[in-house]
């Protein structure tokens, strides 16, 4: 089947808010083995988004809609598209009851029952954590239309907990899809690496470019799920053994996820010391929920005095060869294991720019250190291709420092190029 989605708000025309519906659907449908054709967004305006409904169920086998379910005025979707696909409109019981039920307390104004107003002979989709439901059904031509709320926080459970049971029930095969995740080695070069796996078709195999890393899609069809996944097993075993210590994991969100679950197996924590980052790591690393029990400490270092004041990097380390260098790197990693008693350190120091770079020590110019006390480790980024942004050199060096923490743990080159 072929789907289309539908953003419905003025809002987003205009930027005000950012249209993360999309995506959220986009990955379900992928998930489901349904391809989406088309993605475009409406404003609140009932002739435009009249001909985007008639378009979309002209070419496409599924429609969605996100956004403007809710009680004013201006949230036309509901009405709009069951008129499109020849619905009318009509009092839905259990979501009038949802609806009392949730201003029990009060608030319940008059438009509010605008929200349980659902086209006749719909499968409403409850809302649990908001106040409008959403609803499925077929048109007299067999089109599937699917109207979702807007704000993610109402859109996403209602996706996968209601939506995508109703559209599984009209899918012939099941999917499944594994994600190999790859750091140091770029889409490029692992793409001509699995050139004869990507002309298969089931499981077919394609490659991806994210920030600073990529990953290799395995995705099977079959009749069951167990089926499915076992279709994928040995092309993903392929992929690993041909990236080799380059793919940090199977289907894992983040670097900073894997560090920290890995951290907690090895009983170890970690201790950052940071110069152009920023903090950046720390970030990264805290952001994942349960961090506490390995992130020991972060140091900002940014002004030399400091570097030596906290980390102990030595003065004549710095005049020598400067903030920026292997040496300078490697006394912060050792200095925040040893200041802080934690079982890994990070040195970061380098020039994210725009400015700051000279011909020696080019903008985008990175050392990254990682000490256990013992022994130190030293990598080097050097700027690639066209100039990037100091957003870009500041993640990827995050990125570089989490990989090595990966390598070290995994007992594998630390700083492996």
Same mark, same amino acid.
């Not at 409850?126 to 959403?134: L, M, S």
């Not at 209602?158 to 109703?166: K, Q, T």
């Not at 380098?350 to 770079?357: E, H, N």
């Given at each position: ?6 953003? =419905? ?40 988004? @009249? ?32 008129? !499109? ?6 009092? #839905?019981?259990?979501?009038?009851? #949802? ?10 104004? %008059? ?56 559209? %599984? ?11 190999? #995740?790859?750091?140091?080695?770029? @889409?490029?070069?692992? !793409?001509?690496?699995? %050139? ?39 092309? =993903? *075993? %392929? ?13 894992? *969100? ?27 790591? !720390? ?24 570097? *030596? ?6 003065? @004549? ?75 870009? #050199? ?24």
């Amino acid at each position: 089947m072929q789907a289309e989605v539908l953003s =419905v708000g003025t809002e987003l025309l205009l930027g005000q808010t950012v249209n993360t519906d999309t995506t959220i659907v986009a990955k379900a449908l992928s998930a489901l083995g349904i391809d989406l054709l088309y993605a475009a967004v409406v404003g609140d305006n009932v002739g435009r988004l @009249e001909k985007a409904v008639y378009d979309a169920l002209d070419r496409s086998d599924i429609l969605i809609t996100t956004g403007g379910l809710g009680p004013t005025g201006d949230d036309l979707t509901k009405e709009t598209v069951a008129a !499109a696909a020849g619905k009318k409109l009509v009092l #839905h019981e259990q979501s009038y009851q #949802h609806l009392l039920d949730y201003f029990a307390n009060g608030g319940m104004t %008059e438009n509010q029952m605008k929200q349980a107003m659902l086209p006749e002979g719909c499968t409403a989709l409850k809302n649990d954590n908001g106040t409008a439901p959403g609803c499925a059904f077929r048109t007299d031509k067999g089109k599937i239309v699917i109207m979702l709320p807007g704000p993610p926080s109402e859109l996403t459970p209602m996706l996968h907990n209601y939506a995508v049971p109703y559209l %599984e029930k009209f899918q012939s095969a099941v999917i499944a899809s594994h994600s190999v #995740h790859v750091y140091g080695r770029g @889409e490029a070069p692992v !793409a001509q690496m699995i %050139e004869d796996l990507m002309e298969q078709s089931n499981p077919t195999v394609a490659p991806y470019a994210k920030e600073g890393e990529m990953f290799v899609r395995v995705t099977a069809k079959a009749a069951t799920k167990e089926e499915a996944d076992a279709m994928c097993v040995p092309v =993903v *075993e %392929e992929l690993k053994k041909r990236i080799g210590n380059f793919v940090y994991g199977v289907d894992v *969100e983040t670097l900073e996820e894997l560090v920290v679950s890995e951290l907690k197996k090895a009983g170890k924590k970690l201790a950052t010391a940071e110069s152009c980052t920023g903090g950046m790591l !720390a970030k990264r690393i805290t952001d994942i929920p349960g961090s506490s029990a390995v992130f020991e400490t972060g140091c900002v270092t940014y002004a030399n005095c400091v570097k *030596e004041r906290l980390l102990g990097v030595p003065h @004549e380390t710095l005049v020598t060869y400067g903030a920026v260098s292997e040496q300078t790197a490697r006394a912060m990693a050792e200095g925040i294991v040893r200041e802080s008693g934690a079982d890994i350190g990070v040195g970061i120091t380098g020039i994210a720019g725009p400015d700051g770079g000279t011909e020696e020590k080019p903008v985008g110019l990175v050392y990254i250190a990682l000490s256990d006390g013992k022994n130190t480790w030293v990598a080097k980024r050097q700027p690639m291709g066209r100039l990037k942004s100091r957003e870009w #050199h500041r993640h990827c060096a995050a990125s570089k420092a989490l990989d090595m923490v990966r390598r070290y743990l995994a007992g594998l080159p630390v700083d492996e190029a």
